[in-house]
């Protein structure tokens, strides 16, 4: 949980090399099968601290610069989408400008019908940095990538769910429900299955059509030799042998 409500939980150096510490103790916890990545109070998060991130580094040296964003843009982007637990955005409030990144970064979104969205840079002068873009495109369709980075409105959950920036929104009384119930989803699974399909699916979209069947294939043979439950085993055989299940309607029984 993102966790200064009182600053809409804006990311400031010190957030940012907190959550780098959070993102191994998940990674290192070997129960750990979904991270919900949420913020405490009305926000989700109102993006970069603009003072500690923005005015208090123009003093800095190049160098200095350079360290304390590294530390947003490494636990915002790369380790995020390495972690290998599946992870869910939970948009309890407030999304703004840098929080685009953690909220792309995530493999699954949910959003209350009534948070607000907003790439907000271009009001407060500046363009949107530390790849926000990149997650923007990725995330969105180029329309309304375009439209929002450069009018700065805001759009509500509803909208963000329409336009596919998250999978879905809900009233924000059943928020926390939903997200648990995905999550409980999510434990049922293979964990070695899980990582492997997320990370397929999340290195192809910058792919071609042959490197990524290459690519699948080396995924495919990797799944298998660290899947130790031998779930394509269990699977076939209570399919094909027990018939027990039918795969096209639950998984099978680990
Ligand atoms: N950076 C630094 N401080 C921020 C912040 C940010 N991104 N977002 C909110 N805060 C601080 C405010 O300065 C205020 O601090 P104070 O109580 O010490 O004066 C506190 O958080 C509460 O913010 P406030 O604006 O009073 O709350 P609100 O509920 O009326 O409005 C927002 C919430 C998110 C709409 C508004 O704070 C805002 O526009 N923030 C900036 C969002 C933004 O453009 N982010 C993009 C960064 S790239």
Not at 14 to 27: H, I, K, S, Y
Not at 141 to 151: G, K, Q
Request: proline share 4%; charged share 25%.
């Amino acid at each position: 949980m993102l966790n200064r409500p009182e600053k809409r939980n804006c990311m400031s150096p010190t957030l940012n090399n907190e959550m780098l510490e959070v993102l191994d103790a998940v990674a290192l916890d070997a129960e750990a099968r979904v991270m919900v990545l949420t913020g405490a109070g009305e926000a989700f998060t109102a993006g970069m601290d603009l003072k500690e991130f923005f005015r208090d580094t123009d003093s800095m040296s190049r160098a200095q610069r350079d360290i304390v964003q590294r530390s947003a843009f490494e636990w915002q982007g790369p380790r995020l989408r390495q972690l290998p637990v599946t992870t869910i955005a939970m948009v309890n409030g407030f999304c703004f400008g840098g929080g685009f990144l953690p909220l792309s970064s995530c493999d699954l979104a949910v959003t209350a019908d009534d948070a607000l969205f907003g790439l907000s840079e271009v009001n407060w002068g500046i363009i949107p940095g530390g790849n926000v873009p990149h997650a923007v495109i990725q995330t969105m369709n180029l329309r309304d990538a375009m439209y929002y980075s450069i009018t700065g409105e805001t759009f509500d959950g509803r909208k963000a769910a329409e336009m596919g920036l998250v999978n879905e929104s809900v009233p924000r009384e059943r928020l926390l429900a939903r997200v648990l119930e995905i999550a409980e989803l999510m434990k049922s699974k293979n964990p070695a299955i899980v990582r492997g399909t997320k990370e397929t699916i999340r290195h192809l979209r910058t792919m071609g059509w042959s490197e990524g069947e290459n690519y699948i294939n080396a995924k495919f043979a990797e799944a298998q030799y660290t899947d130790t439950e031998q779930g394509r085993s269990k699977g076939l055989t209570q399919f094909l042998d027990e018939k027990s299940i039918r795969p096209g309607l639950e998984g099978y029984r680990r």
